[in-house]
């Protein structure tokens, strides 16, 4: 038992600011939200029963819908009740934990990574808003996990990662231009100074200006803002 535990110690530590998220947060599941996450619930309440032109009717202005998406999924799998939205953030804070651990020690080392999520989590902005998850969230989350694919060079899922972070918020596209440049420079870095050559890693992005463009239409459409 102590040489399995030595043995896979990284996957033991992102455990401690999980089992801390729950012991904390146990005593709140299932009671209704307040502020901005009680709004996005009760707008994702309505996105679950007549779609998104509901949400639209009762208001002037709406988010990009992958928050009441990702919800209303939560609702048809736990029920149409606060515990699941809980439930939604408990599983978001669990992969994020996980992808941002292996994400930091990748890059730095194994004591780096452990004091990095052992802050970052036990951060309560962070636990309040994973508890009741919001658009900033799930953001932050959509941002780990275009970091994890991107080092692992699955150009392909970062891509689509991209574009699903568009319907997020719309300040989500300060991803989009933040790894734009990042992949510049990196090319520059390379010495791929060819603007061909930077075209070529800079095709990833195509979706997300497909999305955001598509999303804006919709909108325009729509009347809304």
Not at 3 to 19: D, G, H, R, T, V
Not at 141 to 148: A, E, T, V
Not at 149 to 170: M, N
């Amino acid at each position: 038992m102590k040489s399995w535990a030595k043995n896979n110690l990284f996957l033991l530590i992102p455990l401690f600011p999980i089992i801390f998220f729950l012991i904390l947060t146990l005593p709140f599941w299932g009671e209704p939200p307040a502020l901005d996450s009680m709004v996005i619930y009760r707008e994702a309440t309505q996105f679950s029963s007549g779609g998104i032109r509901e949400i639209i009717a009762s208001g002037v202005t709406i988010h990009p819908p992958l928050i009441y998406i990702l919800t209303s999924l939560a609702f048809l799998l736990f029920g149409k009740n606060p515990l699941s939205f809980n439930l939604l953030g408990f599983l978001l804070f669990s992969i994020d934990v996980f992808l941002l651990f292996l994400i930091s020690k990748r890059i730095f080392n194994f004591k780096f990574a452990t004091t990095f999520i052992l802050i970052l989590f036990l951060n309560p902005f962070i636990i309040i808003h994973s508890i009741y998850p919001t658009n900033d969230f799930l953001i932050l989350s959509l941002l780990i996990w275009i970091l994890f694919f991107y080092l692992k060079g699955k150009k392909t899922v970062t891509s689509l990662l991209l574009a699903i972070s568009i319907l997020t918020k719309e300040t989500a596209i300060i991803i989009i231009l933040s790894f734009a440049f990042t992949i510049i420079i990196n090319s520059y870095l390379k010495g791929s100074k060819k603007l061909i050559d930077i075209g070529q890693n800079l095709i990833i992005f195509i979706p997300s200006i497909i999305t955001f463009i598509s999303w804006r239409i919709f909108l325009k459409v729509m009347n809304t803002t």
